[in-house]
């Protein structure tokens, strides 16, 4: 009796110990979810074997969720390699609340067996809530604005943008100070800062917890510095620290020490010139060539034309031949040499500012432009301006006498005419050849 009992739960133990099962479950990372945000489901087919087919239905709360993406109906098929399989749903969350999602009619077939065996379905429940709303503060004022020992202007008032302040000359450095009226907004521009002669613009920024900003500007003003009074020879000057932005070409800002005090200058090599800028007793502002060894000045005149700039000096020689005198240029008289009485061109001496070269140049008063002309070319015109003189003497005398015959004979009246005016014609066609020739050798 006892070997027969035996018998049987040997029998009937491999049915409950090696049974298969399965599971069709439904899970997601959260089962919290924000209203009208999107939701990822998965549900997954597992077996103890080998899965041979599967099927299963989703059904969900529709009130709640809306299904974005995946299949409500399944049914699948093993290949005899694999355990278990997932599928993925997407839902969107439409209203709050809890809602189901539900596994139906879960059915797993073994693998081997080709039989239906023993399912679980699990379902999900998600629960949908409002969004959790921050309000981010928009408070993108100031409380103050000051400058570290200057008032600025007009009194600070949150609703003023703009501000200005004068500091003292001398100033290099200032500090701006700044604070916010919302101590979650955040603040920049303020702190030390270098100024220079002029007008210093800054702004300070002002950026509200929700990221809207406002800007304060604030423009610090430096005075210039007054000139240096200083006498040269026998004549008052001041000394200007600021440049004018016009400069003569070709020289290159620098600074000179002037009384134990920086002052702005200019340099060129090529000419070995300093210039400086002075005011005079008659409140005019011109650029003078500064001698540092001798501590004298001498104005500095300089003519553009065409594409040269030529700085106008005291010319190396005398022209002998050639009446010396003086125009003005730029407002300032110059030396020169007249070709002619009366004519607008002159001689005057000069150094390209580029290269520092000195060459003589015909200057047109009227036209106000230079031609180079070499030492030859001077000479030249003083030769054939001697010419030009005794000839123009040898011919009249000649007229002279001729008038002289024709009083003391009057029978040959006729004939001393005829010659008289073939003469006084060459005399006048070799005076327009002659103008002529001039005119050529000035353009």
């Not at 070997?3 to 409950?16: E, G, T």
């Amino acid at each position: 009796m006892r070997k027969k009992l035996w018998l049987l739960v040997l029998f009937l133990l491999p049915l409950n110990v090696f049974a298969a099962s399965g599971s069709i479950k439904a899970s997601a990372s959260s089962s919290k979810v924000t209203l009208n945000n999107n939701v990822t489901v998965t549900v997954k087919v597992s077996s103890s074997d080998t899965l041979g087919s599967w099927q299963f239905n989703i059904s969900y709360d529709k009130k709640r969720l809306s299904l974005v993406s995946g299949d409500t109906s399944i049914v699948g098929y093993g290949d005899g390699t694999y355990k278990s399989k997932s599928y993925t749903y997407k839902f969107k969350a439409i209203s709050t609340g809890s809602a189901t999602i539900s596994v139906d009619n879960a059915k797993i077939v073994d693998w081997d067996s080709e039989q239906a065996i023993s399912t679980s379905a699990g379902d999900l429940t998600l629960t949908i809530k409002e969004p959790v709303v921050i309000n981010y503060s928009s408070d993108n004022n100031l409380k103050s604005l000051s400058v570290e020992g200057f008032t600025i202007s007009p009194e600070f008032n949150k609703s003023t943008l703009e501000y200005s302040a004068t500091l003292d000359a001398n100033t290099t450095k200032v500090k701006i100070n700044a604070t916010v009226n919302d101590s979650k907004a955040k603040l920049s521009g303020t702190g030390e800062k270098e100024v220079k002669e002029g007008n210093n613009p800054f702004e300070i920024v002002v950026t509200a917890e929700n990221g809207s900003s406002k800007t304060y500007k604030l423009n610090l003003v430096v005075p210039e510095k007054d000139p240096i009074k200083y006498s040269f020879g026998d004549k008052e000057y001041f000394v200007l620290r600021k440049l004018p932005e016009e400069i003569p070409v070709n020289f290159n800002h620098s600074i000179i020490k002037f009384n134990e005090e920086d002052v702005a200058c200019l340099q060129n090599e090529h000419l070995n010139l300093t210039l400086i800028y002075l005011r005079d007793g008659n409140n005019h502002e011109n650029f003078y060539i500064y001698d540092l060894t001798n501590k004298t000045v001498r104005l500095y005149n300089e003519i553009k034309s065409n594409d040269i700039s030529v700085f106008i000096s005291e010319p190396t020689k005398e022209l002998k031949d050639l009446e010396k005198t003086t125009i003005e240029i730029n407002e300032h008289e110059v030396s020169a040499y007249q070709i002619r009485k009366g004519s607008n061109h002159y001689i005057i001496y000069g150094k390209d500012v580029s290269t520092g070269e000195g060459n003589y140049y015909i200057y047109d008063k009227t036209l106000k432009t230079l031609g180079l002309y070499s030492p030859e070319d001077v000479e030249y015109l003083m030769n054939s301006n001697s010419i030009y003189k005794i000839l123009t003497y040898a011919l009249g005398g000649l007229v002279i006498v001729l008038l002289l015959i024709v009083i003391l004979n009057a029978s040959t009246k006729k004939k001393m005419n005829i010659m008289i005016n073939k003469l006084t014609e060459e005399r006048e066609e070799l005076i327009s050849k002659k103008k002529g020739k001039r005119k050529d050798d000035l353009n």
